[in-house]
């Protein structure tokens, strides 16, 4: 039999892979330092702030993608089902759920603090509220919430920032006040904020890379290990700017090489599909998942999932200057924040932009924040654009929703008709 190969990993990938094990090293010490921890969700996450008042974040969705990769996500989802959550519930939430129950170990083995506080960082999905009221129910700390306006049409308005502005003011700083047992510092947060703005700038350049031929990076297979950082406990730190900083040199010494993303198993061979993904990964597959690409020289030059977090790469920066507007302006402009037509028109520019042969929807049961409407999504895309678009089905972290077989089969059928269509252009 013959064994897969050992996964490659460049200097980066060995920091990214530092940095997130050092922080659930620092939760797992945490009530012995006497840390105070806030859980919070990754959209729309203060962490410059949380930082500031030197609270620790833990997000619970990070938890459940890590405890999924690392095989153990099905045991907390039967555990969760168990105890009478329905099988139609986002499967982030049942990994959670279940991980609490069995003792709140996080995926590298350490036990996890519990929170001296839930902030509800409100933006978009209904059940990131339904979630923190399970968790209040197990915990009992404090829950802060922030209520942000959902983005229909793309544009911030100022009475939007002045609500959530005023939000800040009255109800979260208040209350991270009462629990770090510290006053608002403005100008610490603002040295975090300056910090933030230098690692995006990097990020956005990574991201960017891929608009090159061939592209030197994956931006959605790679792009989630690329977001890791910047979307979970870094942002505001030093570790960060480290991190961007090398990745970027990494990524522009291979496109000055002409060389494409690096797999698991290696450097991608010859690129042949430039794509554009819409839709989160599996999780549970991660790596079969991305070698049904790669081996057909598939890669993916931009993509909505790596910018759940933020879209940097459409301009925002953390400014300094304005603090409090600053952040938020980035709560309001999280992807999953946004409507249907921003969406589309965000996707139609990516097609473009970074010249993609086709675009692909990767639909998820868990997740009607990104499902809904992507049937939708995929004919304006079409109509919009010229190019043809796939749709495909898996879980988040549940893995009896990903068939392998049957994905494959269809990326495959797919990749066969962009050759295809290639094929008629150059008769016709
Ligand atoms: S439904 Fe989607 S956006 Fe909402 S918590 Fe689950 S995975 Fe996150």
Known sequence: MTQPRAVQKEPSMLLQKELIGGHYDALARARDQGKKVVYTFVPGNLTELLRSFDLLPVLPEIN????????????????????????????????????LRSGNIGPTGQPLPKPDLLLLSYTGCFTFMKWFELLRQEYDCPVAMLHVPYQPDGVIEPHQRDYVVR????????????????????????????????????????????????????????????????????RGTQEAIDYYRLLRKEVEARMRAGGGPITPDGPMGQE?????????????????????????????????????GGLYDQGFRHDPAHPLETLADYCLGCYTN?????????????????????????????????????????????????????FIESDLVDPRYFSASNIKNRVESYLQMLDQRRGAAVSA
């Open 64 to 99: 459940a993608l890590q405890s999924a990769m690392r095989n153990k996500s099905a045991g907390y989802i039967a555990a969760a089902e168990k105890g009478g959550h329905s099988e139609d519930v986002c499967t982030y939430v049942k990994c959670d759920i279940g991980m």
């Open 167 to 234: 939000q800040l003011r009255t109800e979260v700083i208040p209350m991270l006040e009462q629990v770090s047992g510290r006053r608002y510092d403005e100008a610490a947060l603002r040295e975090r904020l300056a910090l933030s703005a230098e690692a995006e700038e990097d990020f956005v350049r990574v991201l960017e890379s891929a608009k090159h031929t061939p592209s030197p990076i994956d931006a959605y297979f790679g792009g989630v290990y690329y977001v890791g950082p910047i979307f979970s406990a870094f």
């Open 272 to 308: 042949r599909y430039r794509l554009v993904v819409e839709g989160p990964p599996n999780w549970t597959s991660f790596r079969e998942f991305w070698k049904m690409f790669s081996d057909e020289g598939a890669v993916v030059v931009a993509s909505s999932y790596t910018k759940v």
């Open 338 to 390: 946004l409507g249907l037509p921003s969406r589309v028109s965000l996707l139609e520019r990516y097609v473009r932009e970074y010249r993609a042969d086709g675009f692909l929807i990767n639909s998820v049961k868990s997740c009607n924040s990104f499902s809904v409407g992507q049937l939708l999504m995929l004919r304006q895309l079409e109509q919009r654009t010229g190019v043809p678009g796939g």
